[in-house]
């Protein structure tokens, strides 16, 4: 369709065209101004992400878009529109409770009833880019807006409060019960230590292990002194009663007698190349040599005799400290076991009490967040009573009314050309091609202005609205 078949077809269907652009127009405009005025109430909300007082860290989900798109799902929750209409007080309200009643009969609660109509009109919006979570509410009480702006962002800033106080509150009484088993277990281990250390006659102080390690090492090195002693009283006991033995050897009497022996004997030589064997000097001297090999002998005998007496004291001695060393060792032994085992239930001890410090630190977190009233959410901006109506925005629903009656009438009258097609030009002609166009005739009658016919038309109109006035009584 051409721009001339166009405006020819509104040319001729002009009547008609123009009472659907009226009617639309009227209308438009007529449910424009006739609509209640709207008002819309706006408040700003800023999600702190600075580190946690109490637990002095960061969360790392804190600032992003996920964690700022569940806070805006969770101000569009029921749990904070119930609050909300309780800080409205709604549930008590006269007129609220009647239409509850009215249209729900009583079969839900009022706060869930009245926290679903809020919701139709609230808007929550994240800021792209920054913490800022905007809240906006349309109705037709201006000062009504804003008390349910302010309601919904009191409201989550309570539910945030509870849903970091209630998990806290959980994890406190859990703590709680937890304390107080590792106070139980602590007590019996300090009280295994305790009766262990009584038994065993042990002080924290106590350094008897030490000291009898000590003892022990002196007596091993006594024992190879005494060792050592009885070697060698064996071996002088060995060589008792021969001039060889040592203990003959040194002994100032036996050293004597010999010097004594040797003179006489020295004596009897010189007595022997002058004297015979029966002179009374060679029989004195030589009975002077027998009594002294006699003496000798006898002396020799009496240091065997305390030889002897040694190897048995070293002996005993020998045995006397083997036997202490045994006994010795079994105490040492002993003792370092107690310690084993007083180390064990000190470790014991110290394992519980470490496990009691942690649960009770963290315990002592958890009650402080359960006793927190402090949210990371702050109203930026609270929302005031509007004084200008937010919609109907008058000039733009008249303009798309126009626009939309234009659209109307030209689409209703291509239509209703289709329906009945007629020849308005040399256009609709639909002929062969080897056929040639002869002749156009124009219309004898000439053609009403564009003027004349809207005059036309208001003449119209006004005679219409003077029947209207004079038909009503």
Do not use: C
């Not at 009770?360 to 009573?385: I, Y």
């Amino acid at each position: 369709m051409t721009l001339q078949q166009f405006l020819q077809i509104l040319r001729v269907r002009y009547k008609l065209a123009v009472i659907v652009f009226v009617i639309t127009a009227a209308i438009g405009t007529t449910v424009t101004l006739l609509l209640p005025k709207e008002y819309q109430a706006t408040t700003s909300l800023v999600v702190d992400v600075k580190a946690d007082p109490i637990a002095g860290m960061l969360m790392p989900s804190l600032g992003s878009p996920a964690y700022m798109t569940t806070q805006a799902e969770i101000i569009q929750s029921d749990r904070v529109a119930t609050r909300a209409v309780q800080l409205l007080q709604l549930d008590r309200a006269p007129f609220a409770v009647a239409r509850w009643r009215e249209e729900t009969e009583g079969r839900i609660p009022i706060e869930n009833y009245w926290g679903d109509t809020l919701k139709r009109n609230l808007q929550v919006q994240p800021t792209r880019g920054s913490n800022i979570i905007t809240l906006s509410y349309r109705a037709q009480d201006a000062k009504f807006t804003a008390a349910v702006v302010n309601a919904f962002a009191q409201a989550y800033i309570g539910v945030s409060i509870d849903l970091q106080v209630e998990p806290a509150s959980q994890y406190a009484a859990w703590f709680d019960d937890r304390l107080k088993s590792l106070r139980a277990g602590m007590e019996r281990a300090q009280a295994k230590l305790s009766a262990f250390q009584q038994e065993q006659g042990i002080v924290v102080s106590d350094a008897r292990a030490e000291q009898e390690a000590q003892r022990l090492t002196a007596m091993v090195g006594q024992l190879a002194s005494a060792q050592g002693e009885k070697v060698e009283t064996v071996v002088r006991q060995r060589n008792t009663g021969t001039e060889l033995s040592p203990d003959v050897q040194q002994n100032p009497i036996v050293l004597s007698l010999k010097g004594e022996l040797a003179r006489a004997e020295t004596r009897m030589g010189e007595l022997a190349s002058t004297v015979g064997s029966n002179h009374p000097q060679r029989v004195q001297v030589q009975a002077q040599i027998d009594g002294i090999k006699g003496q000798i002998a006898s002396e020799m005998q009496r240091i065997s005799g305390g030889s002897a007496t040694a190897a048995r004291v070293s002996t005993q001695r020998e045995a006397e400290l083997k036997a202490m060393i045994e006994a010795q060792k079994k105490q040492v032994l002993a003792l370092r076991e107690n310690q084993d085992k007083l180390a064990v239930l000190q470790r014991d001890v110290e394992s519980a009490q470490r496990s009691y410090d942690i649960v009770a630190q963290r315990m002592s977190q958890t009650t402080l967040e359960s006793q927190s009233n402090q949210a990371n959410v702050r109203v930026l901006s609270p929302a005031v009573e509007p004084l200008t109506p937010s919609g109907p925005k008058v000039p733009r629903n008249i303009l798309m009314a126009v626009l939309g009656g234009a659209l109307l009438a030209a689409g209703l009258a291509i239509g209703l050309e289709y329906l009945d097609r007629r020849v308005r030009g040399a256009d609709d002609l639909v002929t062969p091609e080897a056929i040639p166009l002869l002749l156009v005739l124009r219309s004898a009658r000439p053609g009403i202005p564009l003027k004349d016919r809207l005059l036309r038309i208001g003449d119209f109109f006004r005679k219409r609205k003077r029947r209207m006035q004079t038909a009503t009584p």
